[in-house]
Structures are given as structure tokens and as C-alpha cells.
């Protein structure tokens, strides 16, 4: 049976996850359909996750500032922005920091 965990990384969920030690990094990156922010993370497993809203939605910020804001208030000292060529794309690729452990 597949789980989807990330549906339920809302903000409570995430300080759990931060800690437990179990998210390693933090990417703010241009959200895709909207104008704003979204905040994503990896998980030593792997796993990438976004943060949610309480009914599963990706959360979007309005501001670099505010999205910022919450990855530190999650525990995250140092994290990434990813600034793309284009930010009208679509899809936005992960840069190649956000990989490093």
C-alpha cells in the first residue's frame, strides 16, 4: 500500500519531522501556478516534501520574506532559494544544492 506522506506536512508535522532530525534540507522555491513561494524539504530518506495547508494544499507564500520566516521558525538556520532563468516555467527542476547532504 502507498502512503503519501506528504498530504499531511502541515506546519506542526514538519517541527515534528525537524525535531526528530529527520529533514536535512530546506529549498524555498518559486511556486509554480501562482505567484509566490513554497517552501520544500528532504527527508533522509529522500523524500521531498512541500509544506501544506491543513486541507493538503501546497502552501503558498506571498512574499520571500514570509516564506523565509517560517523555514526558520521550522528550525532551519541556513536553507536555499532557488531563482530560476524563467520563473514563468512550469515545472521548476531542483538545483543542484538542494541534493547535498
Avoid: H
Avoid at 512541500?50 to 536553507?79: C, H, N, P
Wanted: hydrophobic share 35%; with cysteine.
Amino acid at each position: 500500500m502507498y502512503v503519501n506522506y506528504a498530504a499531511d506536512m502541515d506546519y506542526k508535522s514538519l517541527k515534528l519531522l525537524m525535531s526528530a532530525g529527520d529533514l536535512l534540507n530546506c529549498e524555498i522555491v518559486p511556486a509554480p501556478l501562482v505567484k509566490g513561494w513554497m517552501i520544500q524539504f528532504q527527508r533522509k530518506n529522500g523524500q521531498t516534501l512541500t509544506m501544506q495547508t491543513r486541507r493538503g494544499d501546497d502552501k503558498v507564500y506571498g512574499s520571500l520574506t514570509t516564506a523565509s520566516s517560517w523555514a526558520r521558525d521550522i528550525g532551519f538556520e541556513k536553507f536555499s532559494v532557488y531563482m530560476p532563468d524563467n520563473p514563468k516555467e512550469k515545472k521548476i527542476p531542483k538545483s543542484e544544492e538542494f541534493n547535498l547532504k
